[in-house]
DNA sequence: ATCAAGATTGTGAGCGCTAACAATGATTTC
DNA sequence: GAAATCATTGTTAGCGCTCACAATCTTGAT
């Protein structure tokens, strides 16, 4: 007949009550505590066995004041780089022994931040990271008080504290210098809806280092990310001035491309496309597509590092600011003589 | 001068004070219980706000033994379908006022789940849903015991208990019956990994259709879901005897049709080329692919509805077998005339 | 043998909340 | 006007853990 109520799992009492000691000698031996003897810890995770027993998460939380869990916003969870974002934030969180309470968002809005926040902080949280791809997330979250710590996870190239980002205006210039040396000299910029901070950021670097290499600015689009926006602006694009087209991310390219091709154009021969981003599909475009990689996995990392070390109260010592790379595939060549 | 110590939040005590009340009557105004007057529950409120009182999650968590967290355990959390399965039931998770804590693995492998799901429970859950496309984390979850319910996405057509699933199989034969039908004779697969459960359905699926319709089976392929393995088993595929391809994803249906590309193949004039999944991209591949569309987002709602039917110890009555649907691009058509 | 120092264990309180019960006051009913 | 009823509030006891402290038991040096 058991000895107990099986109804509820067993406490720390009900082991401590089976290994013949006290339930404090049960919590040193689980905490790793020093001056326990060999022979109680060996009979304490005996019974530990025989009973099934687990820790209480929510009573340890309760009186350590520290959940070990951390709240993620992000905003298109469904989308390759925040997918593979909340990834790499995740696996750096399991390492440092965190885990990760995820909200999806579908639209970036600063109502839709400041619910989900809400309901994140109705559960136990030792810190929080948000991705604010657009100004008014992000102006949310500056004047917000929060009871715990907040990594933001922001695509500019500013230097704002708790915040970390990719160089989205590099990564624009490294698109546009690699254009430039294969000769092309009016470059075209299909961008993202304005509102997206790194949309700007890398609209603006395209007219920078096209000023920076007195390079005359070419055609400027704009979509919405989506592939068929990109369709739309490639039937749209007036292709007798452009040699090259920066696309501010692949899935726009891929679109523009089909758009291409159905007008009869070659690309590379007639027209250069680079995207930015960088997903695993876009080396597998037709043709293989020249892009700006992205390590959305690290930014991951990185803001989770960045997190730990503020709810741990360490000095942060590293870059905030992740430095993308050209990959040059066959989508980009010389200009086309006429 | 403050009336408390700042360094702490404050408590539910802290608001009782403030509002001359008992804190039980704060506990009361914050459930919403009957019998507390207006009036009262109108100062509560006020000192609520003046404070900016939240409750401690894990005190409350700890009485109610409740803390409404679900954890999802999530293979391939970077790729399309399994973000887009997390964010649906995330997304219902958040309706029925549930948040979600989730691990993303890489490898599936039983071990791999095993270790997920100790870290998981290492935290205040009342639920869990496992993503185990291989068999062997379907193995492991089976005979494990665990203290809280559990729900498994498991992409068979198997009927089994606490398991929720797309019809594989019905996608491929919808795939075949397609192209059975715009003419073609000898249809080839490529499939995904044989350990992948779905990857078997799918290739039962068109075999048992080809069967069924009396149609000699084509080629059988085996690629491990990347575009890179699509591409190389395009480079190879014998098309003298083939004029259609059904292909286990979109991925590989990407790589493949780029292959057939380079060796001069048209596609659909040549060969056709059916997929499956539906990514967003699909529609803008060259040509726009013809695919069986997996509607993720629901699966993962249904995930959730049948996990907190199951916390909430209520009847589970709807299907646990989502339907997948064919969607006709420009990827396949009637076979070519030799 | 004796005592201090260290190792090992136990005791009590408290983390902040909810649930059960008790107590009070207001209102109704005969 | 007394008893019964109901609305409203307070009191007490946990939930299962960790922390601070106290108690005990070893040692080895004197």
Redesign the interface.
Known sequence: MPERNMTT?PTMEDVALAAGVSHQTVSRVLNNHPHVSERTKKSVIAAIDKL?Y??????R??ATRS???IGAVIVE????G???T??GL??AA?EDDY??????L?SPGSTAVRESLD???????DGIIVVAPVDSALDTLKDL?L?VPLVIIASGSTQEPNTVSVDQSLGARLAVRHLIKEGHETIAHLSGPPDWIDARQRRDGWARELAALQSAPGQLLEGDW???S??QRGLEIDVSSTSAIFVAND?MA??L??AL?ERGLNVPGDISVVGFDDQ??S????P?LTTVRQDF?GLGRLSLDLLVSKIEGQEFTGSTLVAPALVIRDSTGPRPQK
């Open positions: 799992p099934g687990r820790r209480n998460a929510s009573a939380s309760l959940s070990r869990i969870l469904g989308q390759y925040p997918s593979n909340l990834l995740q696996q399991l885990i990760v309470n995820v909200v999806g579908t309901h994140l902080l109705g559960h136990p949280l008080k009871p989506s592939s068929e990109g369709y899935q891929l679109g491309m089909r091709h695993p599909e080396s597998y475009f037709y293989p996995h």
